[in-house]
């Protein structure tokens, strides 16, 4: 089935650092979405964006929807152990409730 | 208040058989959507119920099938089971007037085939 390209796929970094992920498609989409998956957990929406160009945040989470709606970021600010797991982008194309997802981004988180 | 609530946790089953994985919705919500979530994959799209009819379908053969019950409990049936469809099967539940903020995923079941 169809899916996202999402970058990185994964990423260990120190405490205390910022992180930064991102997803791409190759259609527009009017909905993009963050989740985060913990083991043995279905996934978690974090942020999610509507409009075009649109900026929200979520405590430390940033997340971005694109100009030309074909793409999407997620920042964290200064990660903590907590934030271990995996993240996944998904896209709604045209508000029929079919989401479409990335592959996701594993972060690893040293203490 | 109960969340998304999913059985079994784990099942096992050979090529061939079938399978019916269940679903409760969190209280209050009326829209059921099913997901298959392969190893290292990204969750896929296999329908959604609502007024207990299927409303949406993602790309996937007729051997899967749902039902929704009037207490808008879910079902989800796989018939002449492949190897490949070892996943993880994720259920979310929603109300009414559809907004990805309310949107609920439960822990999922985690299917394998032998």
């Known amino acids: 089935g169809q899916q996202l390209n999402q970058s990185p796929q994964s990423m260990f970094i120190q405490e205390g650092e910022d992180v930064s992920m991102n997803c791409t498609s190759s259609s527009i989409f009017n909905t993009w979405l963050w989740y985060k998956q913990d083991p043995g957990e279905g996934p978690v929406l974090l942020i999610a964006?509507?409009?075009a160009g649109e900026l929200t945040s979520n405590g430390r989470l940033t997340a971005q929807f694109g100009i030309t709606r074909k793409d999407s970021f997620l920042n964290i600010s200064a990660s903590i152990p907590s934030d271990v797991g995996i993240y996944f982008c998904?896209?709604?194309?045209?508000?029929?409730?079919?989401?479409?997802w990335g592959l996701g981004t594993s972060l690893a988180v040293n203490p | 208040d109960a969340g998304v609530t999913q059985s079994p946790t784990h099942l096992i089953k050979t090529r061939g058989q079938q399978v019916t994985l269940r679903c409760s919705p969190k209280s209050g919500h009326d829209t059921v959507s099913w997901y298959q979530q392969a190893l290292g994959q990204g969750p896929q799209f296999i329908f959604q119920?609502?007024?207990?009819?299927?409303?949406q379908r993602g790309n996937f053969p007729d051997r899967f099938s749902g039902h929704q019950f009037p207490n808008y409990s879910s079902e989800l049936n796989v018939n002449a089971l492949l190897l490949g469809d070892s996943a993880l099967y994720l259920c979310?539940?929603?109300?009414?007037?559809?907004?990805?903020?309310?949107?609920?995923f439960g822990p999922g079941t985690r299917l394998t085939v032998l």
């Open positions: 119920y609502y007024e207990e009819e299927e409303r």
């Open positions: 998904a896209g709604d194309a045209g508000n029929n409730r079919k989401l479409i």
């Open positions: 979310a539940s929603s109300f009414g007037t559809f907004s990805y903020n309310e949107q609920f």
């Open positions: 964006l509507y409009k």
